[in-house]
């Protein structure tokens, strides 16, 4: 079974604009971190934000905060005042603390922004 | 930055033949990981090492093989490659701490490697 998903293959937004990319999540293990990356078309992946099953509170990293929903199993990343430089491909993923610590990534969204 | 080398960055290959990808971090961090990724599926996991030695399957490790003589070096190692094993390898690194809130995987460079 898929343990990430995320439904949307590609997204349009205009520049200063917010954006959110969902992705919902399959996991039993009440321990849990849920991650987001971003790849450039140059290719790298870079580490954007991180939620534990745990915290009370969303993560927010600048521009970059965390919808987390945790009843319904939902973890959206909401990008706010878009910058042409956001666009790329974004990735969700879920470690679970009963399968050390390897991640399971979603099949990822991409965003392009428009000026 | 994490520091995460790759090597080689590139390479074409003809089937048949053995390959190996080497990732070399000055991290000094315990987990290291090989990904590969195709159109469509997101980073799979290869395999895993935990430790000098100590190295798991993930769930995409028919036909590669790994090995971690040194913390900061884990090899990938394609015994025979197809053409099935066109992909972007990408090495991860953490450095988890049981109980800790977080245990962010930090990523190379990637390698792109083609099979003809």
């Known amino acids: 079974a898929q343990k990430i998903t995320q439904t949307q293959p590609g997204m349009f937004v205009q520049e200063k604009e917010a954006v959110t990319l969902d992705c919902t999540y399959d996991?039993?293990?009440?321990?849990?971190?849920l991650f987001w990356y971003k790849q450039p078309s140059s290719g790298e992946m870079i580490f954007l934000i991180y939620?534990?099953?745990?915290?009370?509170q969303n993560a927010t990293e600048g521009r970059y905060s965390l919808n987390f929903q945790k009843a319904r199993k939902s973890a959206n990343l909401v990008i706010s005042a878009s910058q042409l430089g956001d666009s790329a491909m974004y990735f969700c993923?879920?470690?679970?603390?009963?399968?050390?610590?390897?991640?399971?990534f979603g099949a990822g969204t991409t965003v392009t922004v428009r000026a | 930055d994490a520091g995460i080398t790759q090597s080689p960055r590139h390479k074409v290959t003809e089937t048949g033949t053995p390959v190996t990808l080497r990732c070399h971090q000055t991290?000094?961090?315990?987990?290291m990981y090989w990904y590969r990724q195709d159109p469509g599926h997101g980073l799979r996991l290869i395999h895993y090492?935990?430790?000098?030695?100590?190295?798991d399957k993930g769930e995409v490790s028919d036909g590669y093989s790994v090995s971690r003589s040194k913390t900061e070096d884990f090899l990938l190692t394609l015994e025979s490659a197809t053409s099935s094993q066109t992909s972007v390898y990408f090495c991860?690194?953490?450095?988890?701490?049981?109980?800790?809130?977080?245990?962010?995987?930090?990523f190379g460079p990637g390698t792109r490697l083609t099979v003809l």
């Open positions: 996991t039993s293990d009440p321990s849990y971190g």
């Open positions: 090492s935990y430790g000098v030695k100590d190295t």
């Open positions: 991290e000094n961090h315990r987990y």
């Open positions: 939620q534990g099953s745990y915290d009370q």
């Open positions: 993923a879920m470690r679970e603390a009963s399968n050390d610590y390897k991640l399971s």
């Open positions: 991860a690194i953490s450095d988890p701490v049981r109980g800790g809130s977080t245990d962010t995987q930090y």
